[in-house]
């Protein structure tokens, strides 16, 4: 999504290495060869200015604000909001937000996969580390997980689409990451999700909030046992999204069939009431996570 929105712009678009930082050193070589002039995505004080408005628009609208929860990946974001606010409003309390799977600045040496790619910078930069360490009264981490859970709760409540960085901030305030008890502002800070992870995302926190229950049990392989299994499903409201057989390559009893259940479910609490019900009326339960 974000590189399809940047082609949109005219911009020629070069694909180099895995991450932000392979991706910095590769821009960095091509301004040596071409000329080119280069725009750091942070480590510049022009940008955090820049950024930096957005702190000026909090404390302009939001008169008894007491947090602001801030996702960091490079810092720029945060460096900017945070001198903004430290000299405005200095009583604000300022929480920032790494993934804990890339969170250099909160103590993190491991830097693995996260949805969260928009903040997953191996190396902030120098100068707004040094802002950060200044300003803000505190760094936490969220797992993938958890920023999961934000996703889906901002499409689900507010019809909000909101990439994994900048769901962050939410998820560190839904997951008790945040102290205190006064008004909250947590910043949405991007929303270029790709479609089809969005998707995967939808379906894995629908899963975690027990939205969708996938279990496998056994059946007589005959005449009428699956419509038995289908009507108990219906009688326990559940919602049968799909039905699968497995007979072949299977270490079954002649004259028993596997069938694995796709439903939709209300709650954890619905999903542990059907396997309950499932387990009563004789059927072998095994939940797939």
């Given at each position: 999504?974000?590189?399809?929105?940047?082609?949109?712009?005219?911009?020629?678009?070069?694909?180099?290495?895995?991450?932000?930082?392979?991706?910095?050193?590769?821009?960095?070589?091509?301004?040596?060869?071409?000329?080119?002039?280069?725009?750091?995505?942070?480590?510049?004080?022009?940008?955090?200015?820049?950024?930096?408005?957005?702190?000026?628009?909090?404390?302009?609208?939001?008169?008894?604000?007491?947090?602001?929860?801030?996702?960091?990946?490079?810092?720029?974001?945060?460096?900017?909001?945070?001198?903004?606010?430290?000299?405005?409003?200095?009583?604000?309390?300022?929480?920032?937000?790494?993934?804990?799977?890339?969170?250099?600045?909160?103590?993190?040496?491991?830097?693995?996969?996260t949805i969260a790619e928009g903040i997953a910078v191996k190396q902030p930069g120098?100068?707004?580390?040094?802002?950060?360490h200044e300003k803000l009264d505190d760094i936490v981490t969220v797992t993938d997980?958890?920023?999961?859970?934000?996703?889906?709760?901002?499409?689900?409540?507010?019809?909000?689409?909101?990439?994994?960085?900048?769901?962050?901030?939410?998820?560190?305030?839904?997951?008790?990451?945040?102290?205190?008890?006064?008004?909250?502002?947590?910043?949405?800070?991007?929303?270029?999700?790709?479609?089809?992870?969005?998707?995967?995302?939808?379906?894995?926190?629908?899963?975690?909030?027990?939205?969708?229950?996938?279990?496998?049990?056994?059946?007589?392989?005959?005449?009428?046992?699956?419509?038995?299994?289908?009507?108990?499903?219906?009688?326990?409201?559940?919602?049968?999204?799909?039905?699968?057989?497995?007979?072949?390559?299977?270490?079954?009893?002649?004259g028993e069939t596997e069938v694995e259940l796709t439903l939709g479910t209300r709650?954890?609490?619905?999903?542990?009431?059907?396997?309950?019900?499932?387990?009563?009326?004789?059927?072998?339960?095994?939940?797939?996570?």
């Amino acid at each position: 999504a974000k590189v399809d929105a940047t082609r949109n712009y005219g911009a020629a678009v070069e694909l180099v290495g895995a991450g932000f930082d392979e991706a910095h050193t590769a821009a960095l070589e091509r301004m040596e060869t071409t000329g080119a002039t280069f725009v750091h995505p942070f480590e510049d004080e022009r940008v955090i200015a820049g950024q930096g408005t957005i702190g000026l628009e909090l404390a302009e609208q939001l008169p008894e604000l007491g947090t602001v929860v801030i996702p960091i990946g490079g810092g720029g974001l945060a460096a900017g909001i945070s001198i903004a606010l430290r000299e405005l409003r200095p009583e604000v309390q300022l929480i920032g937000v790494q993934a804990a799977a890339c969170s250099p600045l909160a103590g993190g040496t491991e830097h693995r996969f996260t949805i969260a790619e928009g903040i997953a910078v191996k190396q902030p930069g120098e100068l707004t580390s040094a802002i950060l360490h200044e300003k803000l009264d505190d760094i936490v981490t969220v797992t993938d997980d958890q920023i999961s859970h934000a996703i889906v709760l901002l499409l689900e409540r507010t019809k909000l689409i909101v990439e994994g960085a900048g769901a962050a901030s939410l998820a560190a305030l839904l997951s008790g990451k945040v102290p205190g008890d006064d008004e909250v502002c947590v910043v949405l800070s991007g929303g270029n999700i790709d479609p089809t992870l969005l998707i995967q995302i939808m379906r894995h926190g629908l899963t975690l909030e027990g939205r969708y229950l996938v279990v496998r049990t056994r059946i007589g392989d005959r005449p009428g046992e699956l419509i038995k299994l289908l009507e108990l499903v219906a009688e326990e409201r559940a919602n049968v999204i799909s039905v699968e057989h497995h007979r072949e390559g299977m270490a079954l009893p002649v004259g028993e069939t596997e069938v694995e259940l796709t439903l939709g479910t209300r709650d954890v609490e619905h999903c542990d009431a059907l396997l309950a019900a499932l387990a009563r009326h004789g059927y072998p339960v095994e939940p797939i996570t």
